[in-house]
């Protein structure tokens, strides 16, 4: 299980830090990755991370503000996000896949339930 937290409201400009936290499962067997879903919009890719953590991937969108960080040691995953902008705003979702390390929701396996971002102008 999954569990994503650290959403919140934020003016823009402001920063939040999402966690996703493993119960049952050891984080290091998994890519994982960060959507997100703005209201009456399909879910998006937004960053992923590959098991070891020395590669990382971002839509073009949050190159340069977010950053996709995992602590394997802690069976979290981590997404800090800087410079908000009120088109963040969104539920955020974490996922992790057993074999593929990639941009599309087919690819992951597990979702946690998402923590929802509102960013203020």
């Known amino acids: 299980q999954l569990q994503a937290s650290g959403g919140g409201l934020v003016q823009a400009g402001g920063s939040l830090r999402l966690s996703c936290a493993a119960s049952g499962r050891t984080l290091s067997s998994y890519a994982l990755g960060w959507f997100r879903q703005a209201p009456g919009k399909e879910r998006e890719f937004v960053a992923n991370?590959?098991?070891?953590?020395?590669?990382?991937s971002y839509a073009d969108s949050v190159k340069g503000r977010f950053t996709i960080s995992r602590d394997n040691a802690k069976n979290t995953m981590y997404l800090q996000l800087n410079s908000l902008k009120p088109e963040d705003t969104a539920v955020y979702y974490c996922?992790?896949?057993?074999?593929?390390?990639?941009?599309?929701?087919?690819?992951?396996?597990?979702w946690g339930q998402g923590t929802l971002v509102t960013v203020s102008s």
């Open positions: 991370i590959n098991w070891s953590g020395d590669s990382t």
């Open positions: 996922a992790a896949s057993l074999t593929r390390w990639g941009h599309l929701e087919y690819e992951y396996d597990y």
